[in-house]
């Protein structure tokens, strides 16, 4: 269990992380005015698949004898949330040193 909720923290954390990111990519490096309504929503859309990791993992706890069939664990789908929003991340990071470093080139 206590797995369990580290891995829906760092879920969470990465969903954070992304949206962060999103704003300073937007705002700082790209100069599009912010928007209350794009960043409600983002965060919204953040939540939403989280929390839908996370059913999708309840509800697969719930079925040992498939988790055996299949042979996935429950954390494994979890670890696919984590996996996806680390590399959103990892995009985002890699968009915002380009377009510094474009800035910087004078492009």
């Known amino acids: 269990m206590k797995e369990l909720l580290t891995m829906i923290g760092c879920l969470y954390l990465l969903v954070i ?11 700082n490096l790209k100069k599009i005015k912010f928007d209350l309504y794009k960043l409600l929503n983002g965060v919204v859309k953040g939540l939403a698949i989280g929390f839908a990791f996370i059913s999708l993992n309840f509800v697969w706890m719930q079925f040992p004898s498939m988790q055996e069939s299949f042979g996935v664990a429950p954390t494994t789908i979890i670890s696919v949330g984590i996996a996806y929003y680390f590399g959103k991340c990892v995009v985002q990071l890699k968009n915002m040193i380009e377009e510094k470093k474009a800035t910087k080139e004078g492009k």
């Open 17 to 27: 992380v992304n949206i962060v990111l999103g704003m300073v990519y937007t705002i």
